[in-house]
């Protein structure tokens, strides 16, 4: 049953309330489905489809948002409080495009008055990890950085036991993606966007006018335009979309992995090196904000605040990597959430997903954790599963046929990108705007105008 939020005050003018409120009259009243319409449509309410509202709301586009869940619901992969958003990448084409999103965030905050992204600084270290050319993207972007040695880092922060040198970048902090995603949508309604959730689109048909978007009961959806930012559930939904024959054999395979991360106390909870009751105010221009614009701001800022003690980490040792970052709301504030990086269960399509977590997955962290967090109480007091939807060498998937965008950019670190990724969605879904189309879009990121990266070794 949609709930329909398109009562919003702001731009989009009463027909599209109108419509709005139609269609929840109609559908409960059992009537026949109203038709909706609108100039986009987005498939899927994460942080992908909600950055695309908002750019393309700013662009004065009547949006329409269907989401089959809830925003940033439990079962996708946008969820919850804590992201890690760091300019870490031996491949310095990222770090350049997290340079690029910087704007965006700040622009976000300001415009929700929320604070979305806390600094703590990153830490990478183990002895996988290749820190030169990390270094090297860093110094290319003139970010700040420090090599320390394992005693230094270890004096710095006594809750990490090093065994290597380690990277540090003072920039990188922790998102909220949750809270980002509420922002973004926030944003676009108050320029007019509406949001339709418990709508899940089966299929897309082209029309002679555009674009007809078909729900499972018998709703339907027209645009000139249509967004699929479907999550870990793209590929059970490729074959429902009106592409040319060869489309699907040129996408990279995609493969969704149920992924766990797990809440570990803190031994130390508030105490920190510099006795700071929460996390240090941003310089002014900083790389990403961290002062906090607003009261509400202020108050989730006057929150205990562990991340000055403790700072995101990327740790490559055997195996695959593990991440780790101050939990924020969803770890009460109490917790450092710690996660090994693509250790999850591959499925076939999110639908596959029984958000249970194997004893496994779980003795490894616990392992991880006893062995190299001498700060953290080795036993998690909290477990959550979250989707991945990987390309094979963790490069996102951006490009458009005909008026059908794609945006499929995860692979586990996709959402730092959010509000860039948005007006790259926005240039591939208005190409006739004239500074817009494909030129801003990273051709490497575009399986049908761009040259598919051959890569072996993935993103690091
Ligand atoms: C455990 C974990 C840790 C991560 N850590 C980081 C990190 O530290 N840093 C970082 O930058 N990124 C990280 N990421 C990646 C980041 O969270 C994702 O890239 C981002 O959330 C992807 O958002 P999305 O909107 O593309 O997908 P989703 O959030 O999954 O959104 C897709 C939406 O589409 C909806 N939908 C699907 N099918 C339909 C349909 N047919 N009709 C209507 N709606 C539909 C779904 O319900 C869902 O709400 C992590 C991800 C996970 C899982």
Redesign the pocket.
Known sequence: MADDDAGAAGGGGASRAARGAASADASAAGAAPVREAADVVI???????AAAAWRLAQAGRDVLV????V???R????HGSA???RYGYADGFYTSLLRRAEGGWRELERASGRRLVTRTGCVDFGPERRIAPVARAFAAEGLEHEVLAPQEAAARWPGISFDSAALFQPDAGVLD?EGTVAALLDAARSLGARVLTG????SVRERAAGYEVLARDGRRAEAGRVVV?????LPG?LRELPLADGCLERLPPLRVMQ?S?FHFPYREPGATPAGLPGPPAAPPGGAISGAAPSDAAASEADAPDEAAVWPTFIHMGSGLPV?G?PGGRDAGHRGQKV?RFNAGRPLAD?SEQDLAVTQGQRRDVVDFVRERMPGLVPEPYAETT????NTPNEDFVLDRWGGVVI????S??????APLLGELIRDLALPEEPARGLAAVPERFQPWHGSLLEHDGGVS
């Open positions: 498939v899927g309410a994460g942080l992908t489809g269907l989401e089959r869940d925003p940033a619901g079962l996708g992969s946008s992201r890690i958003l993606a709508w899940e689109a089966a930012a479907a999550g870990g559930w939904l992924e991360a991440y970052l996660a999110a979250c989707l991945f939807t945006a499929s950019p995860c586990g670190h996709g959402g730092k990108f």
